[in-house]
């Protein structure tokens, strides 16, 4: 695949963890909500098993050994050295993912150097019948280095997925769209898909959204809130390992 346009960022000599936008985090963190309160609302024990304070969201940090998923040929966003890999496997027609989504950018947006964004595809068409040529759209994009801009208007489009809006949305972003309509109708994507797919179900995803944070599965929409409180913890976690003692 063409390889996505990515975030350009000023890098600096200095290690991640001496840098201005780390230390800040953890002075904020120690102020306001201190160490040990964090322990308390994610209720971190040794095993690294993490229960989320809102009933309402499933937000465990798996027992299970650490499963790295990033990969180099899948759409990312972020800084290429963050200390920290969130991996995504999403379906274009899943309501959940949609609503995850700007979720996401703001994540990015708070944590522009911490966290690397890394999107793959987990089609569940058993009840999405659009969500595998979704998918191929979004690849198809991908190819001519407009994946995230064609990701974003897919779920504005949630409701009308389909060829017409497929094409639309590749002419509305300027693709080349013979490309574009060559690449989807011989299924080009296809195989990459159902190898994110197949990656997913070994890992144990069963629905989306799914995320591995540092290899560490979560599931369901995090509020942005969770995401704060969760990605501080672990670059102070992060920070303690590579720490001289």
């Known amino acids: 695949m063409v390889p996505e346009v990515q975030i350009q960022l000023n890098q600096t000599n200095k290690p991640w963890f001496k840098r201005p936008w780390f230390i800040s985090i953890v ?17 971190i024990n ?10 309402e969201i499933n937000l465990p940090m798996a027992s299970i050994p ?16 963050a200390p920290l890999v969130i991996v995504e496997f999403g379906d274009f027609q899943c309501p959940f993912c949609k609503e995850a989504a700007p979720i996401l950018k ?10 690397k964004f890394i999107y793959r595809d987990f ?19 991908y190819k ?14 949630q409701d009308d997925l389909g060829s017409e809006l497929y094409l639309a949305l590749a002419q509305s972003l300027r693709l080349d769209t013979e490309e ?4 989807l109708l011989q299924h080009q994507t296809l195989a990459e898909i159902q190898s994110d797919f197949s990656d997913g179900v070994a890992a144990g995803v069963s629905g989306t959204p799914a995320w591995f944070v540092n290899g ?5 929409v995090l509020t942005l809130e969770l995401w704060q409180k969760l990605i501080d913890y672990l670059i102070i976690s992060e920070f303690k390992q590579k720490a001289p003692q």
């Open 216 to 220: 560490r599965k979560i599931e369901g």
């Open 66 to 81: 650490i499963t790295r998923l990033e990969t180099s040929d899948d759409p990312w966003q972020g800084s290429p050295v």
């Open 180 to 183: 574009f309509s060559n690449c």
């Open 144 to 157: 001519q280095g407009k994946f995230w801009q064609y990701h974003d208007a897919l779920f504005e489009g």
């Open 106 to 115: 703001e994540v990015l947006k708070r944590y522009p150097e911490a966290v």
């Open 123 to 141: 089609p569940v068409s058993s009840i999405h019948s659009e969500a595998i040529t979704a998918a191929e759209a979004a690849n198809c994009a």
């Open 27 to 43: 002075v904020l963190v120690v102020l306001w909500f201190g160490i040990p309160l964090l322990l308390r609302v994610f209720n």
């Open 46 to 55: 040794d095993n690294n098993i993490v229960t989320t304070p809102s009933p």
